[in-house]
């Protein structure tokens, strides 16, 4: 149904208290009933530059666009301005960001990668369009209320198979239909997975991204790789279905990246059909919810890794950090739990090869979100920057302000560029010589990601000022990624440990001919 149209004049006449209009981006509304809930106060909207007027400048330097939309608020138009058009408009799902640096060089329109085929394209557009209309709203409830992701979004991704897709390209791929058939299994390769994550990381809220089953991610390659064809039959499929979950369980209280300390013990019994663990694990990412394990332990000639499920002997309980509880962070317990041998992954006391054949993988998909996080806060800083007034003028015309934005796009180009060259490496290395030659660029990147990250979200936080540190409101998405921007610089392995590692690798291709 068509809205009646007004002239700018005919709402100037409604501009007191009782009988209270204002215009927002050329659109009419009565706020006569509103006013007295307004939650700014009814001051606010009878101010003389507000009650009767264009509003649209104030309204946007308080609000959100998004408020418009809620049905409680969009009710209370009541026509358009004669002659005017809406200008501000926001994106349909699916749809690209026109704001500059908001999206990777290769989805903006009139530049070119010769990374990307147009089964990526393909691939990307669908997916963005499953983010925005399904995750992306269970993304914002589940963050806030600290339950687990929705059931129904969890099915809707497995008849996608994108919980398989996220281990990559590899065997587990055979045989499945990958988004409705948009990219063929034989054809999928580390750039599609890079999309994957890099679309889930644009939800926004941290806890929930990395509940949306990131435990399986570091957790289940081990399976996939070290454990037997029995195994792998009894278990994959649950998880691949979103029906069950599994967490990788490595970090203790007494160890995190000194993986040779942990206490956790798994010894045979005396027929050598089962393992006997016992021992505690911390912060593990979805294990509050897992049905299995990934567990590192240590026994009597080494470190072997061993898929624990859950039953009895095994607790858990959550963990309180910065994030939502939607994660699933737990602290896990192992009483005299009895496993089957059956369940070892890769050699007795040779776990250290199984972790670290993880390890290359879990911090590149790191960098992947990290990366793509980062570019969520340019773009609202850039909106934030362009829409708000100070001294009369927007806030962009702050020379500060320009410098700041300058270092962040800086950033967020340098390791995206960074990035999509160790990807390209990736499609074209065998696994072996990922291990082989990737271990320290990826630790160099992961290093660069989260510090550039942290220096971006302080730099936000200067730009929205007290929005920045406010939970709700215009600064909400500033407020969250600097609350939880540190994760990513620990979780993975810390900063320093692996930029040494980086060295550490480099030092071992130096060359004994090189001298200056």
């Known amino acids: ?93 699916g749809e690209v960001s026109l704001v500059p640096y908001a999206e990777p060089s290769w989805l903006s329109p009139g530049y070119h990668s010769p990374y990307y085929k147009e089964s990526h394209r393909a691939f990307q557009k669908a997916l963005r369009k499953l983010v925005d209309e399904v995750i992306y709203p269970d993304g914002q409830l589940r963050e806030e209320d600290g339950k687990r992701v929705s059931q129904s979004v969890l099915d809707i991704m497995a008849q996608k198979n994108l919980h398989a897709m996220r281990l990559g390209p590899g065997k587990h791929l055979k045989g499945l239909t ?45 399976v996939l790789n070290f454990g037997s064809e029995e195994l792998k039959k009894r278990v994959v499929p649950d998880i691949f279905a979103g029906k069950k979950f599994i967490s990788l369980a490595i970090s203790e209280a007494f160890a995190g990246s000194d993986v040779s300390g942990i206490r956790t013990t798994a010894e045979l019994t005396e027929d050598g059909k089962y393992w006997i663990i016992n021992g505690t694990k911390k912060w593990i990412t979805n294990g509050h919810f897992s049905d299995y394990f990934t567990v590192g332990c240590r026994t009597d000639g080494g470190f072997t890794v061993i898929l624990v499920e859950r039953g009895p002997g095994v607790e858990t309980s959550p963990i309180k950090t ?30 250290l090869i199984v972790m670290l054949a993880n390890f290359n993988h879990e911090r590149w998909v790191m960098c992947c979100s990290s990366a793509r996080a980062q570019r969520l806060v340019v773009e609202e800083c850039f909106k934030w920057a362009s829409q ?39 499609n074209n290395m065998s696994y072996k010589e990922q291990s082989d030659k990737l271990a320290g660029p990826i630790g160099f990147l992961k290093m660069l990601c989260t510090r550039t990250a942290q220096e971006t ?10 929005r920045g540190i406010t939970r709700t409101g215009m600064g909400r998405c500033i407020e969250h990624y600097h609350r939880t921007v540190t994760f990513d610089s620990l979780l993975g392995g810390a900063e320093d440990v692996l930029g040494d590692l980086g060295v550490r690798q480099a030092m071992r291709k130096m060359p004994k001919s090189a001298r200056l």
């Open 457 to 466: 979200a302080a730099d936000a936080v200067q730009i929205f000022g007290g």
């Open 178 to 222: 990958l988004f409705d058939g948009i990219v063929k299994p034989e054809e999928f390769d580390y750039f599609h997975e890079q999309i994957i994550t890099q679309e889930l990381a644009r939800v926004g809220v941290r806890g929930y991204g990395d509940g949306l089953l990131s435990g399986m991610v570091i957790g289940l390659p081990p």
């Open 1 to 93: 149904m068509s809205m009646k149209t007004y002239t700018r004049e005919e709402v100037a006449k409604h501009n007191k208290e009782g009988d209270l209009w204002v215009v927002i981006d050329a659109k009419v509304f009565d706020l006569s009933k509103f006013s007295r809930l307004h939650p700014g106060g009814l001051a606010v909207l009878l101010d003389e530059e507000i009650a009767g007027k264009d509003a649209t400048q104030a309204f946007f330097s308080l609000h959100r666009q998004e408020v418009l939309q809620k049905p409680g608020y969009a009710r209370l138009q009541i026509g358009t301005i004669e002659g005017a058009k809406s200008v501000i408009k926001p994106l349909a799902a």
């Open 322 to 351: 910065s994030y939502s509880p939607a994660a699933g962070t737990a602290y896990i317990t192992f009483d005299k739990v009895k496993v089957p041998v059956e369940n070892t992954l890769g050699p007795r006391d040779g776990g």
């Open 388 to 426: 708000r007034y100070v001294f009369g003028k927007p806030l962009i015309s702050q020379a500060v302000v320009r410098s700041k934005l300058a270092n962040m796009v800086a950033r967020v180009e340098s390791v995206q560029n960074w990035l999509e060259n160790v990807t390209h490496q990736m």
